[in-house]
């Protein structure tokens, strides 16, 4: 199969790793090893780090959009990603997705549509991480919290449709953030109104009733079906000007980029 926007084989966008997760992250968590061991095992994060920093460094401003491996193309949260992917990259947004199936596929496809720019940063996991061939350029990862670091550093938004455990990790993790003020200006965009109801009315019933949170803080999400109310609420709360979008780091030929 070959996809003429993204200009390259599905075999060629299958060099990232899939199959099952690594027994070194397995074991990375499974309580403390040798001081050897542990050393050793800091080293190659912090190599993997400086491999995502290097990746990343020059894709400009980008939005990250979620959302569930599972939707198929017919699906209307296909659609919707789709659009709301081709509308950021209209922005001069870069589109940054996990780079599989499904939402991810769509928003990355969507950025292709109209001549924009699109990324992927893979995960290792069991199942669900087939990439999609709209990609052009991708990033595999072995820790989830080096890809998560990743996601919020390079991103000026998340937009985030219908996804499962995974998506609502990536959504938690920016609200924390958001919440105690490790990120400012930081848009979150819940894109599926009825999917994510009984989530909104939980964060404004029982956790605001309960005291767990304050009143104010689901206002931190735009919850919408608009590809119009998304992209405003990207554009509104990024700060992104004109001359950030044409501004990149200037390259070092002997840093080897």
């Not at 080293?43 to 920093?53: L, N, T």
């Not at 699109?118 to 991708?138: A, K």
Request: hydrophobic share 45%; aromatic share 12%; proline share 5%.
């Amino acid at each position: 199969m070959k996809d003429q926007a993204a200009g390259k084989s599905l075999a060629e966008v299958g060099k990232w790793k899939t199959g099952p997760a690594t027994p070194e992250a397995q074991r990375f968590l499974d309580g403390p090893k040798a001081r050897l061991e542990e050393f050793f095992r800091a080293c190659r994060i912090f190599a993997e780090f400086i491999r995502g920093f290097r990746a990343l460094h020059f894709i400009g401003p980008s939005v990250t959009v979620f959302g569930s491996a599972r939707f198929a193309q017919d699906h209307p949260y296909y659609t919707m990603a789709r659009e709301v992917g081709a509308a950021i990259a209209r922005e001069g947004l870069t589109v940054m997705t996990g780079g599989g199936p499904g939402v991810m596929e769509a928003a990355n496809r969507g950025a292709k549509d109209v001549g924009g720019r699109s990324i992927g940063c893979n995960i290792e996991l069991p199942m669900e991480q087939r990439p999609n061939v709209y990609v052009d350029q991708w990033i595999t990862f072995r820790y989830f919290f080096v890809r998560k670091v990743m996601l919020v550093k390079y991103s000026q938004a998340f937009v985030v449709l219908p996804g499962g455990f995974g998506t609502m990790d990536e959504l938690f993790e920016a609200l924390t953030l958001v919440q105690t003020r490790k990120i400012l200006g930081f848009p979150i965009v819940l894109m599926g109104v009825e999917y994510w109801k009984p989530l909104v009315e939980f964060m404004r019933g029982t956790m605001v009733e309960r005291g767990t949170i304050d009143a104010r803080d689901p206002e931190f999400l735009t919850v919408t079906d608009s590809i119009e109310v998304a992209v405003e609420a990207v554009r509104r709360g990024s700060g992104i000007l004109s001359s950030d979008l044409k501004a990149r780091p200037k390259r070092r030929w002997w840093l080897g980029e």
